[in-house]
């Protein structure tokens, strides 16, 4: 009889379903925090990505050489001397900082377009006039980690790529399009990081691109 009356006995049993559900519903109540802010940082990374773009099209180029007029008027293409006033040659340099910095060639004929500039990459990380994040006054000033902080210059790539616009020895430079990309991003998770799959979730690949306009420092946007 005593055995049955405790098989019926139901005291306590919201308690028990409370234990249950309440880690159910924290997860998915600190869960949904999370996300937004995956949103967030998906956002920010990609209004980031267009804000550097811009910078990259009126500011210095970080392949130095792309601008000056000395080897890119006097390549050799195909046996061919390519003189001021002829068709710029064909050309696409990828600069990738990769925690040490460098440009490669990765098509056509880059003579002299080869070496990196730490210099410009900040610009177009920092802003105008910056060295740091987050302390632009202005969005004439701002860079990329002004909108994005996390970013560094490990986390962006920029192809230039010669579209056939512009001609050898033009003062200014080719005028090549510029794409902008992000990459070994991960999204930062506060309550689910723990949880299996979260971890290191990669960010999405991000690229946008602009024409080049004036390749220069001195440019206004």
Not at 10 to 31: Q, S
Not at 200 to 213: C, D, I, S, V, Y
């Amino acid at each position: 009889m005593a055995k049955r009356h405790l098989w019926r006995d139901e005291a306590g049993g919201a308690l028990v379903e409370a234990t249950v559900l309440i880690p159910i519903l924290f997860v998915f109540l600190l869960g949904s925090v999370d996300f937004l802010h995956a949103f967030y940082q998906w956002t920010a990374a990609t209004k980031a990505m267009q804000v550097g773009a811009r910078l990259a099209a009126v500011s210095d180029p970080v392949a130095t050489g792309m601008t000056g007029t000395t080897n890119i008027a006097k390549s050799a293409v195909d046996g061919t001397t390519v003189f001021t006033g002829d068709p710029m040659p064909d050309f696409q340099v990828t600069c990738n900082d990769g925690g040490s910095g460098g440009c490669t060639c990765t098509r056509g004929t880059c003579t002299g377009m080869g070496a990196y500039s730490a210099a410009a990459m900040n610009t177009i990380l920092f802003g105008r006039g910056s060295t740091s994040c987050t302390d632009a006054t202005n969005y004439y000033n701002a860079g990329m980690c002004d909108i994005f902080p996390r970013l560094t210059a490990a986390n962006v790539r920029i192809v230039y790529d010669q579209t056939g616009l512009g001609f050898a020895g033009r003062v200014a430079g080719p005028v090549p399009t510029i794409a902008v990309s992000l990459q070994n991003l991960t999204f930062q998770f506060f309550f689910l990081n723990g949880l299996s799959g979260f971890a290191n979730l990669a960010m999405p690949a991000f690229t946008t691109t602009f024409t080049g306009e004036a390749l220069s420092s001195a440019a206004t946007q």
